[in-house]
Nanobody, 116 residues
Framework: QVQLVESGGGLVQAGESLTLSCTGF????????MVWDRQGPGKQRELVAT???????YYPDSVKGRFTISRNNVKKTVYLQMNSLKPEDTGVYYC??????????WGQGTQVTVSS
């Protein structure tokens, strides 16, 4: 059974950085892409970053230039480096994996709080 686990969340001040990690996808065969989503208080869940198995990445304008998604195939970990954090980045961050058959797996999330 796949169980993704996110870690690295916490409370920081605006302008500071955090790095989130996600593990637990070793048993997923034929990964298509990996993703970080977030859901802020009173907001809809939104995409934050994606990375394909080839290493192609995508970011929405809201985080482009500040966030970086990466993966370490040896450590079987995907990361989200978040710099210049803003209060509007506050939310629960979720790691997800999509396989080649379109199945998606999600973690339970990790809380990120950015104070002004």
């Amino acid at each position: 059974q796949v169980q993704l686990v996110e870690s690295g969340g916490g409370l920081v001040q605006a302008g500071e950085s955090l790095t989130l990690s996600c593990t637990g996808f070793e048993s997923i065969v034929s990964i298509n892409y990996m993703v970080w989503d977030r859901q802020g208080p009173g907001k809809q869940r939104e995409l934050v970053a994606t990375i394909t198995t080839e290493g192609s990445t995508y970011y929405p304008d809201s985080v482009k230039g500040r966030f970086t998604i990466s993966r370490n195939n040896v450590k079987k970990t995907v990361y989200l480096q978040m710099n210049s954090l803003k209060p509007e980045d506050t939310g629960v961050y979720y790691c997800g994996v999509s396989d080649d058959w379109g199945r998606k797996y999600w973690g339970q999330g990790t809380q990120v709080t950015v104070s002004s």
